[in-house]
């Protein structure tokens, strides 16, 4: 039975059996894992407190082609997410990145692109001070491109041009129009510049600069819209994110509490 070592996410952890947990990971080079981390629960377990969602660790296990899942051998930490679990909104919102990667990656490939993705949007949460909403956004946006789910805002789909000031979008065929051909269309909605402009900047900007940045204002509201149509027509799966309603709960019982 060989050994395998990964540098991964864990993504989720649930409790298994009397003492054990299994692991969802993703890893760097072989993508989606479960895992069986035996005796994690017990009070001297040798993995200590270090299997929680967000952790990145240094995974080595025993890997079998037969079986679903894998049996972890040793973990050590490489980073954790301190401030994020101090958190409720960026905790919430880290989730929902993890999450997305659960529904669409498939297990048994690694995808070291989509993987640096995810490790450095969860760093960027942990030093953001303003614009984690945007830095949602931008993950998603991004995460879609390297998946292959691109919803093609680069250029107008009939003429070719990249100026768009304003335009609509064909959300059944997955296409977007500039002004002068958005009679194409056969049907869709309008979006602004604004919101291609912040689309844009949420897809190229480095992830330091999102988090720094004064879009205007709608434009990231309108990136949120555009995104949960788009979904609801092509990626069902992630429309409706549990972390995110887990989230909208927490903090309207946090208002609740702190009214009384």
């Known amino acids: 039975m060989p050994i395998r070592r990964t540098e991964a996410i864990i993504l989720k952890s649930m409790k298994m059996g009397e003492t054990s947990n299994l692991l969802t990971l993703y890893s760097r080079d072989f993508g989606l894992l479960k895992l069986i981390a035996k005796g994690a629960r017990q009070s001297r377990s040798r993995y200590g407190g270090l299997l929680q969602p967000l952790y990145v660790i240094e995974a080595i296990y025993y890997h079998k082609e037969t079986r679903d899942l894998q049996l972890l051998s040793q973990a050590s930490l490489i980073w954790a997410p301190r401030r994020v679990q101090l958190d409720i909104e960026k905790l919430g919102l880290c989730l929902a990145c993890c999450e997305m990667v659960l529904r669409l990656e498939g297990e048994g490939h690694g995808n070291p692109a989509a993987y640096g993705l995810l490790r450095a949007t969860l760093e960027t949460f942990e030093r953001a001070e303003s614009n984690i909403r945007s830095?949602?956004?931008?993950?998603?946006?991004?995460?879609?491109?390297?998946?292959?789910?691109?919803?093609?805002?680069?250029?107008?789909f009939h003429c070719q041009e990249r100026t768009i000031r304003e335009g609509r979008y064909d959300f059944?065929?997955?296409?977007?129009?500039?002004?002068?051909?958005?009679?194409?269309a056969l049907q869709g909605r309008t979006v602004t510049q604004d919101m291609i402009d912040a689309y844009r900047d949420l897809a190229r900007l480095p992830l330091a600069s999102v988090i720094t940045k004064a879009f205007p204002k709608g434009a990231i509201a309108g990136v949120y819209h555009f995104l949960h149509d788009f979904f609801r027509y092509h990626l069902e799966e992630v429309r409706q994110l549990n972390a995110i309603d887990v989230l909208k709960q927490l903090k309207s019982m946090q208002g609740a509490f702190s009214q009384a």
Do not use: K, T, W
């Open 172 to 184: 059944v065929n997955g296409r977007i129009y500039c002004r002068n051909c958005m009679s194409m």
């Open 135 to 156: 830095l949602f956004l931008a993950f998603q946006v991004r995460l879609l491109e390297l998946l292959g789910f691109s919803p093609g805002m680069d250029h107008c």
